[in-house]
């Protein structure tokens, strides 16, 4: 037999192998997952915030220093806070998947929906608030 033959057996054995790997492998990866997730807690402590690796929130504490807070206060800091944990869930999903998928679309595909953190983004300029929000015609 020349190097262009495969012998049918063993390509079904290789192929079942990689399956059986591949198999393994998502189970490992789905059983990772099922643990992974976020918290965070505000500056001060007032909130704190769990969620699941989907971002679902899974637990939310208010401390009694939160009932001080204005409603709008409390409001915005309990979102941030949420929005802290599904960061810190979605850093998880990404170390995790990238253990199983390695760097390319998939993982690119998890990270393009991964919350951003609004520290990180870019100043806006002026013409983008501008053209945002444009003033009103004053006649």
Do not use: C, K
Request: glycine residues 8%; negative net charge.
């Amino acid at each position: 037999m020349d190097a262009a033959q495969v012998d049918p057996a063993q390509w079904l054995a290789d192929y079942d192998r990689t399956l059986a790997r591949a198999a393994a492998n998502a189970q490992a990866a789905s059983e990772s997952l099922s643990r992974a997730g976020g918290r965070a807690v505000s500056p001060r402590g007032e909130v704190e915030a769990e969620v699941g690796a989907s971002g679902a929130l899974t637990g939310l504490r208010l401390s009694p220093a939160a009932r001080a807070l204005e409603a709008d206060t409390l409001a915005r800091l309990i979102l941030s806070t949420v929005q802290e944990a599904h960061r810190a869930a979605g850093a998880q999903v990404v170390e995790i998947m990238t253990e199983y998928v390695g760097d390319g679309p998939a993982l690119q595909l998890v990270r393009d929906n991964i919350p951003a953190d609004p520290a990180a983004a870019p100043a806006r300029t002026q013409d983008e608030d501008y053209f945002t929000n444009p003033p009103g015609i004053v006649g």
